[in-house]
């Protein structure tokens, strides 16, 4: 049963634009967020996170917005480039880092 | 170091063979962890341990599985008597705090494939 869950295997925005890649979990104990970025034969890099206690936070051209009652949260590119191309993970913090499938972006010049 | 280090960074084991993973957390990180991640899938939790303490081992898949951080800083994964199944890229990080921490950091992962 996954706890995490991203229901967009892959997405394609064109350059200049908003990218928004989706997140949602089922266990209300998770009290910590993070979304992480992968390129091919590399290891995940952190990008951004967000405490339970929040519902947004912002870093550059990257806000992550939770929604607590929805069991949801997102990640918002803006504006995309055609460097952010990558696999994104979404993870929540229990008692361990539970990770989501990924959602494969595309940003097309 | 800077960042977390695993090694080799890519192993063809043949079915049967023993394998060890090594992973050199970032310096100083109290918190480590393995993941496994299979094709198209996201990071499996594998173990994490704080310090020398193994505190939480239930992702191993089966007793083929070990897992050591002796002195608390260097990490290896051991597979026993690999079988098809356990090829996959395996991941380790670390955090700078106990009790799993609030970021963790990945290396860039062992590749294994298992023929």
């Known amino acids: 049963d996954q706890q995490v869950k991203q229901n967009s295997p892959s997405l394609s925005v064109q350059e200049g634009r908003i990218s928004i890649l989706n997140c949602d979990y089922t266990n209300s104990m998770f009290d910590y967020f993070l979304w992480y970025k992968k390129y091919p034969a590399e290891g995940p890099t952190f990008l951004i996170s967000?405490?339970?206690?929040?519902d947004k936070n912002e870093d550059g051209r990257f806000t992550v917005f939770l929604n607590k009652s929805a069991k949801h949260l997102s990640l918002h590119i803006v504006p995309s480039q055609p460097g952010d191309s990558a696999v994104y993970f979404c993870?929540?913090?229990?008692?361990?880092?539970?990770f989501g499938p990924g959602t494969r972006l595309s940003v097309l010049p | 170091g800077a960042g977390v280090s695993q090694s080799p960074r890519y192993k063809v084991a043949k079915r049967g063979q023993d394998v060890a993973l090594r992973c050199d957390p970032i310096s100083g990180h109290v918190s480590l962890f393995w993941y496994q991640q299979a094709l198209g899938q996201g990071p499996e939790f594998l173990t994490y341990f704080q310090n020398e303490a193994q505190l939480d081992k239930s992702g191993l898949p089966s007793d083929r599985f070990f897992a050591e951080r002796p002195e608390g800083s260097v990490s290896t994964l051991k597979i026993q008597r690999t079988q098809q199944e356990d090829s996959a890229v395996y991941l380790c990080?670390?955090?700078?705090?106990?009790?799993?921490?609030?970021?963790?950091?990945f290396g860039e992962g062992s590749w294994l494939t298992v023929v």
């Open positions: 990080a670390s955090s700078s705090a106990g009790t799993a921490g609030n970021t963790i950091y």
């Open positions: 967000i405490s339970s206690i929040k």
């Open positions: 993870a929540a913090r229990g008692q361990n880092f539970v």
